[in-house]
């Protein structure tokens, strides 16, 4: 009888590995509301996941969580304040994946030169995409799965740089320390390349960046999605980064 329960539940871990899911696990995606995080919210959902998504601006998550439907929860959580980021997760029940969707790369950190950098600029905006991350990070701990994920948002500038992206680069660097020392927990991150949105509604624009691209379009955030889905279904993958970038690295 131990012979025959030991081999079924051999088949069931294995059936488990061939096609994993999402389904009845929980996902917090900070940065949910809008962009790729929410398209992973939606596409998290479709698989029977619980999904809370988080941003700053509560009506934006309103109106979100309107368009994901009841299976969705959200919250408001500060980045740039770590109070506000230890109390958005101190209520939250225990969870298995955690997404860092919320980005500000602005003008401070996209367009100037080293010698001509504001850094008190350039660290508001490192407030979000570094010292959030790390927060969120920090405070998700106590109520993270430890057979669960933490998956990052890089930036394309850290693989194709351009003048005056140095501090754009730094972040993916920290994905494998992160993977060392968090273990078992996962940690990965997706790179996204040029990514259709919303508020980019510029023909002209779009096919400038996007017509020398092996894949000459923009890429829609529900394409994004998709790999942050692979990572946090992917149980033998951390330390990595998924690019998404239509061929841009080829070109």
Same mark, same amino acid.
Request: negative net charge; proline residues 4%.
């Given at each position: 009888?131990?012979?025959?329960?030991?081999?079924?539940?051999?088949?069931?871990?294995?059936?488990?590995?061939?096609?994993?899911?999402?389904?009845?696990?929980?996902?917090?995606?900070?940065?949910?509301?809008?962009?790729?995080?929410?398209?992973?919210?939606?596409?998290?959902?479709?698989?029977?996941?619980?999904?809370?998504?988080?941003?700053?601006?509560?009506?934006?998550?309103?109106?979100?969580?309107?368009?994901?439907?009841?299976?969705?929860?959200?919250?408001?959580?500060?980045?740039?304040?770590?109070?506000?980021?230890?109390?958005?997760?101190?209520? %939250?029940?225990?969870?298995?994946?955690?997404?860092?969707?919320?980005?500000?790369?602005?003008?401070?950190?996209?367009?100037?030169?080293?010698?001509?950098?504001?850094?008190?600029?350039?660290?508001?905006?490192?407030?979000?995409?570094?010292?959030?991350?790390?927060?969120?990070?920090?405070?998700?701990?106590?109520? %993270?799965?430890?057979?669960?994920?933490?998956?990052?948002?890089?930036?394309?500038?850290?693989?194709?740089?351009?003048?005056?992206?140095?501090?754009?680069?730094?972040?993916?660097?920290?994905?494998?320390?992160?993977?060392?020392?968090?273990?078992?927990?996962?940690?990965?991150?997706?790179?996204?390349?040029?990514?259709?949105?919303?508020?980019?509604?510029?023909?002209?624009?779009?096919?400038?960046?996007?017509?020398?691209?092996?894949?000459?379009?923009?890429?829609?955030?529900?394409?994004?999605?998709?790999?942050?889905?692979?990572?946090?279904?992917?149980?033998?993958?951390?330390?990595?980064?998924?690019?998404?970038?239509?061929?841009?690295? %080829?070109?």
């Amino acid at each position: 009888m131990s012979e025959t329960i030991s081999t079924n539940q051999t088949n069931d871990q294995k059936m488990r590995t061939l096609h994993p899911s999402l389904r009845g696990q929980r996902v917090v995606i900070v940065g949910g509301n809008s962009g790729t995080g929410y398209a992973a919210a939606e596409c998290a959902l479709a698989e029977g996941a619980q999904v809370t998504i988080a941003s700053s601006d509560g009506a934006n998550v309103e109106a979100a969580l309107a368009r994901l439907g009841e299976s969705a929860s959200g919250g408001v959580v500060n980045v740039r304040e770590e109070a506000s980021v230890a109390r958005f997760f101190g209520e %939250l029940a225990d969870f298995d994946h955690l997404i860092y969707a919320a980005g500000d790369w602005g003008p401070p950190l996209l367009s100037v030169a080293i010698t001509r950098m504001d850094f008190r600029s350039a660290g508001e905006a490192l407030n979000v995409n570094f010292w959030g991350a790390l927060m969120a990070i920090k405070h998700a701990q106590a109520h %993270l799965s430890s057979s669960g994920s933490i998956t990052l948002t890089d930036k394309i500038l850290a693989h194709k740089a351009q003048k005056g992206t140095v501090p754009s680069t730094v972040f993916e660097h920290m994905i494998r320390g992160l993977a060392v020392d968090l273990a078992p927990v996962r940690v990965n991150a997706v790179c996204p390349g040029f990514t259709l949105s919303d508020e980019l509604a510029n023909p002209e624009l779009i096919r400038e960046q996007t017509q020398h691209l092996l894949i000459p379009r923009g890429g829609d955030p529900a394409e994004m999605a998709q790999a942050y889905l692979y990572l946090m279904r992917g149980g033998y993958t951390t330390g990595q980064v998924l690019v998404v970038d239509g061929g841009l690295m %080829l070109v």
